[in-house]
């Protein structure tokens, strides 16, 4: 009796998480030959309010969430333990000066592979939750440029220098 219940219970959370987070306009780009690390942007929407943990990609050795920060009058990156996403709010990772960063790739990536990528979220209640999206790499000479929102940039960070990743 009590494993049917527990079957019941575990049924349900599952579909009711099933669907919950939208990652859109995932986008990486095609790195040069020995290029170590490459960055992914994308828009994420978690209907229930989670952070944003982890990220992993069998494409690299690992996977870290960075910030963008102005030091020195230079563009430096920081691993973040976590990135806040709101209830039913679309986080552009780019707009909010973060980005995902791969590291040790495996393979140069190519202009229009799609690279697999999986999330790692955190909600409120402590539970985990991965989800797994793909990111189309873009020309290793296409333009850094935002994507254009009509809010003006909310953290002040100047992305265009965001290619620069001069840290790794
Ligand atoms: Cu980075």
């Known amino acids: 009796m009590r494993k049917v219940l527990f079957a019941v219970l575990f049924g349900l959370t599952f579909a009711a998480q099933a669907a919950d987070v939208e990652v859109s306009q995932a986008w990486t780009r095609a790195t040069a030959p020995g290029q170590d690390s490459a960055m992914v942007q994308a828009v994420i ?7 944003l943990v982890g990220v992993s990609c069998k494409c690299a050795d690992t ?3 960075h910030s963008m920060v102005h030091e020195g009058g230079m563009m430096k990156m920081r691993q ?8 039913g709010t679309a986080v552009d990772l780019g707009a ?4 995902l960063m791969l590291i040790g790739l495996k393979q140069q990536i190519k202009e229009g592979q799609q690279i697999e990528l999986m ?16 990111a189309p790499a873009k020309a290793l000479n296409a333009s850094a440029s ?20 001069m840290q790794h």
Do not use: C, W
């Not at 909010?96 to 980005?99: M, P, R």
């Not at 999330?119 to 793909?134: P, Q």
């Open 45 to 51: 929407t978690s209907k229930q309010a989670a952070e």
């Open 119 to 134: 999330l790692t979220l955190r909600h409120k209640n402590g539970k985990t939750k991965n989800v797994k999206f793909k």
């Open 80 to 87: 973040v333990e976590a990135i806040d996403l709101p209830a």
């Open 146 to 165: 935002k994507p254009m929102h009509d809010m003006p940039a909310a953290g002040g960070h100047d992305m265009g220098n965001m290619h620069q990743h």
């Open 63 to 65: 996977a870290e969430l």
């Open 96 to 99: 909010a000066g973060y980005h």
